[in-house]
Nanobody
Framework: QVQLVESGGGLVQAGGSLRLSCAASGRTFSSYVMGWFRQAPGKEREFVAGIMWSGGWTYYGDSVKGRFTISRDNAKNTVSLQMNSLKPEDTAVYYC???????????????WGQGTQVTVSA
């Protein structure tokens, strides 16, 4: 079991930037994958970005490619999401999660954080 705690959410104007962090404590392995998801009111949870702890795989959802960057710090057991050129449609609760394998489907992620709110004003 792993515990995941997100931080860094907040309110930002369109065009601005935010950096989210996810601190993991407990069971992680280099082959496991960390993902960022988001869920806006009335919408399904959406895959945003993923990275393998070993760094051997990264992947981005189409809506964030070129604007968001996922990274990991193995020494600190943290995964970050740098979000640039934010748009109002990026407003959502952002969650980090861990999967035992490469995946972008929500169902493949078994450990979840509590989420952090990101609000982008027009």
């Amino acid at each position: 079991q792993v515990q995941l705690v997100e931080s860094g959410g907040g309110l930002v104007q369109a065009g601005g930037s935010l950096r989210l962090s996810c601190a993991a404590s407990g069971r992680t392995f280099s082959s496991y994958v960390m993902g960022w998801f988001r869920q806006a009111p009335g919408k399904e949870r959406e895959f945003v970005a993923g990275i393998m702890w070993s760094g051997g795989w990264t992947y981005y959802g189409d809506s964030v490619k070129g604007r968001f960057t996922i990274s990991r710090d193995n020494a600190k057991n943290t995964v970050s999401l740098q979000m640039n050129s934010l748009k109002p449609e990026d407003t959502a609760v952002y969650y980090c999660a861990q999967s035992r394998k490469i995946a972008i489907a929500t169902a493949q992620y078994v450990d979840w954080g509590q989420g952090t709110q990101v609000t982008v004003s027009a």
